[in-house]
Each structure stands twice: as C-alpha cells, then as structure tokens.
C-alpha cells in the first residue's frame, strides 16, 4: 500500500482484515526460537511511543495477572545504549 491513499470509509471498513494480517504476523514472530527467547526472559522491559506505550499497560498487566514479573514500561526514549556500546545508532 506504499505511495497509495484510501478514503477513511475505505481504511474503516478494511480494519477486520487489517488486523487479521497484524494477528497472523505476530503470532509467526512468536513461534519457535522467538517464543523460547521470551520465555526465558526473566523481567522484560516493554518499551514504546505515543499509543503503542499507553497499550504497553495492558501487556504489562495481563502478564503480571499471570505470575510474571515484567520490569514495566517505558519511554523509548528512556532506553539507553546497549552494553558495550556508545550509541544507540
């Protein structure tokens, strides 16, 4: 869809499929040797900006309702550079 527009009735009327594509492409991200990596996360940190880090709330509650221990969220932006490096870019 890069480089096209649709109307706003067309985008809200695509949203059941919409998601169903976002649903199908998650749930491949978290098969096999991804889904391993975050199970064996002790205390994930879930970050994000703008909506994405107003939903993080849920993601981190529903998870503790079910015994683990997720550090929180934060800002992206709060992130610092990983260990061992001198940016984040």
Wanted: proline share 7%; charged share 15%.
């Amino acid at each position: 869809m890069s480089g096209s527009r649709i109307t706003f009735l067309q985008g809200q009327a695509d949203q059941p499929n919409a998601l169903e594509r976002v649903v199908a492409h998650v749930r491949g991200q978290f098969e096999g040797a991804g889904l391993e990596r975050l199970r064996a996360a002790e205390r994930p940190l879930f970050a994000g900006i703008g909506a994405s880090y107003a939903a993080l709330g849920v993601a981190v509650d529903l998870l503790r309702a079910r015994g683990w221990s997720p550090s929180g969220c934060s800002p992206a932006r709060s992130i610092g550079a990983p260990p061992g490096s001198t940016s984040m870019y």
